[in-house]
């Protein structure tokens, strides 16, 4: 045996093994394996429903919605250490079989029922030395991040007000713009809310269901956390929102056609640039903390971010992180991955801190 070989044998399977990105060659999915790739060559498999494709690029069939498949995908490999979902399964089975095997999981979804479902899971992770992250990306994710900052800057919030602007001219991954088209259809809370966005000026944002807002208010113990959403382009911004401001309308894109055409309508147009940038505001009586981050291309940064989080949760120098379910806010770890994405365009901007303006 090699130095090198016996080395590999005495490390725990976590160190070794390899990392199985699911939705591998989408617009996320293609981050992830390219950044991981860098860090642990030879040991990112990407997949996808198309085995020729997946094939292609080293990587295997894979279908998180076939739990029998993914079992067997499992097994075949032999020794994955670490899933990376880049794509949204149908229910938290696929984080079940995952823990069961003692495999880390590291989950892009934005969908709050399915980390609710995934965070049930917690004590199965345990007891199996799994440690699953949840909330990675750009939002949720950085918002978290930046969220428990502004938090913790006013000693406790009463109150945390989430933007996020996407660049209307980014080539987003369709499942992301299905998403967001769903959400359209969700029944609306709170009140739009006029904000200023680093390079975007005072912008006005629309109330839209991020899973951030749900979990944070239980991760940091928030009353009030509201996510709002606008788009750079200002008159794409305003005919989005007037398609949910318009009861018939709302009615008519909650139908499953309807999506799909709004879907592949809303990936053709192209109107503004791929810079991203979002805000966090944390408000606690007079006081008032902001933060924003800005950076390009969303999905690479939430592809980025996956590939950070999953190397924190493997690589032998990295900091122990306690086994079980965690949103990204809840390990102090993570704290300051924005300023590790800074080599890729990130910049975080203190945007105001003391009493409240
Ligand atoms: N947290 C955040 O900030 C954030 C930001 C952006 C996106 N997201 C989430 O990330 C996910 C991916 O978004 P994206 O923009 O990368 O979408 P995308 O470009 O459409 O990529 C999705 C990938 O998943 C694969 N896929 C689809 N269904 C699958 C299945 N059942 N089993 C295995 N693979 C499957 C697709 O390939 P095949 O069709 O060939 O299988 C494709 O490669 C979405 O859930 C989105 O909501 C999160």
Request: charged share 20%; glycine share 10%.
């Amino acid at each position: 045996m090699t130095t090198a070989e016996s080395k590999n044998a005495a490390a725990p399977r976590s160190w070794a093994g390899r990392i199985l990105v699911a939705g591998g060659y989408g617009a996320v999915g293609t981050a992830v394996t390219r950044a991981l790739d860098g860090w642990f060559p030879g040991r990112v498999v990407p997949g996808g429903r198309d085995g020729a494709r997946a094939r292609r690029l080293g990587g295997v069939r894979v279908d998180v919605s076939d739990p029998g498949g993914f079992r067997r995908t499992l097994d075949e490999l032999g020794d994955i250490a670490a899933v990376v979902l880049c794509v949204e399964p149908p229910d938290a089975g696929i984080a079940g079989i995952c823990f069961e095997r003692g495999i880390h999981l590291v989950d892009v979804s934005a969908n709050r029922q399915l980390l609710d479902s995934v965070g049930e899971l917690h004590d199965v992770a345990t007891a199996h030395k799994a440690t699953a992250v949840l909330s990675v990306g750009v939002a949720p994710g950085l918002t978290n991040l930046l969220a428990r900052r502004a938090h913790l800057a006013v000693g406790g919030a009463e109150r945390i007000d989430l933007t996020v602007l996407l660049g209307s001219g980014e080539r987003h991954g369709a499942d992301a713009v299905r998403w967001t088209v769903a959400g359209l259809t969700r029944p609306v809370t709170a009140r739009p809310a006029r904000t200023a966005l680093p390079g975007h000026g005072a912008r006005t944002a629309h109330p839209f269901p991020f899973s951030d807002q749900y979990t944070l208010a239980r991760t940091l113990d928030v009353p009030e956390v509201t996510t709002r959403l606008c788009l750079d382009s200002r008159p794409l911004t305003a005919a989005l929102f007037a398609l949910r401001r318009t009861p018939v309308l709302r009615k008519a894109i909650a139908h499953p056609a309807a999506q799909r055409l709004l879907t592949a309508s809303f990936s053709r147009v192209h109107l503004g640039g791929n810079g991203f940038a979002i805000r966090a505001d944390a408000h606690r009586g007079d006081a008032h903390a902001a933060y924003a981050l800005t950076g390009r291309q969303q999905s690479d940064i939430t592809g980025l971010t996956a590939a950070h989080v999953t190397r924190a949760l493997i690589a032998p120098e990295a900091e122990p992180v306690p086994p079980g379910v965690h949103h990204i806010d809840q390990l102090p770890t993570l704290a300051a991955l924005p300023e590790d994405l800074a080599a890729h365009g990130v910049r975080v901007h203190r945007q105001h801190r003391g009493p409240a303006v």
